[in-house]
């Protein structure tokens, strides 16, 4: 069974830090790309980063480029999301995805979610 | 302002059809990028619906199908039942956005 399972959210000041883990199982992790999705309250969702199988392509939405860090460690099956300079809009759980292979980036899709964790920028 | 366009809501009732629209440009949808569906249901993580257009993943139910047209494309749902109600969203690549995925608005499907 495909497990995500996110950690690392919370409250912070506008500014500030903090990274994001998710934990993978059940599938062959380093055969697979990954991806960040967020969903502010009540809104829809907002793809906000996309890593390769080795790490060495990465993605960004224009909202975070410059200030959010996707990266993996394929011998923890985990992958994380770094993010700085945080500012209120972007409150938000945040999912951690696993992407099927198409055969194309273009053409990819999310084939397993996990279940988000809360990211809340306040003063 | 999403870059692809969904409906805030549709309805109807148990058994009856009802079809989800999304539409893009030739940025995106238009320029033969694949559509995904996915489904989320009240207070959970969403679940891929339809994948490549038209595909669905084992265990969603033939009565979710999708299509592909043009600039847009739909999602239509036959014999509603009433754990149909959620929130459905279409996803896409956007050429003329560096590296990105997007995300149409969603539509709430209320099941009379």
């Known amino acids: 069974e495909v497990q995500l399972v996110e950690s690392g959210g919370g409250l912070l000041q506008p500014g500030g830090s903090l990274r994001l883990s998710c934990e993978a199982s059940g599938f062959s992790f380093d055969n697979s790309a990954l991806a960040w999705v967020r969903q502010a309250p009540g809104k829809g969702l907002e793809w906000v980063s996309g890593i390769s199988v080795n790490g060495e392509i990465t993605h960004y939405a224009d909202s975070v480029k410059g200030r959010f860090t996707i990266s993996r460690d394929n011998s923890n099956n985990a992958l994380y999301l770094q993010m700085n300079s945080l500012r209120a809009e972007d409150t938000a759980v945040y999912y951690c995805a696993k992407v099927a292979d198409s055969g194309s980036y273009y053409n990819d899709y999310i084939d397993y979610w996990g279940q988000g964790t809360l990211v809340t920028v306040s003063s | 302002q999403s870059v692809l366009t969904q409906p805030p809501s549709v309805s109807g009732a148990p058994g009856q059809r009802v079809t989800i629209s999304c539409t893009g440009s030739s940025s995106n949808i238009g320029a033969h990028y694949d559509v995904h569906w996915y489904q989320q249901l009240p207070g959970t993580a969403p679940k891929l619906l339809i994948f490549g257009n038209t595909n669905r993943p084992s265990g969603v139910p033939d009565r979710f199908s999708g299509s592909k047209s043009g600039t847009s494309a739909s999602l239509v749902i036959t014999g509603l039942q009433a754990e149909d109600e959620a929130d459905y969203y279409c996803?896409?690549?956007?050429?003329?956005?560096?590296?990105?995925?997007?995300f149409g608005g969603g539509t709430k499907l209320t099941v009379l």
């Open positions: 996803q896409s690549y956007d050429s003329s956005l560096s590296g990105s995925w997007v």
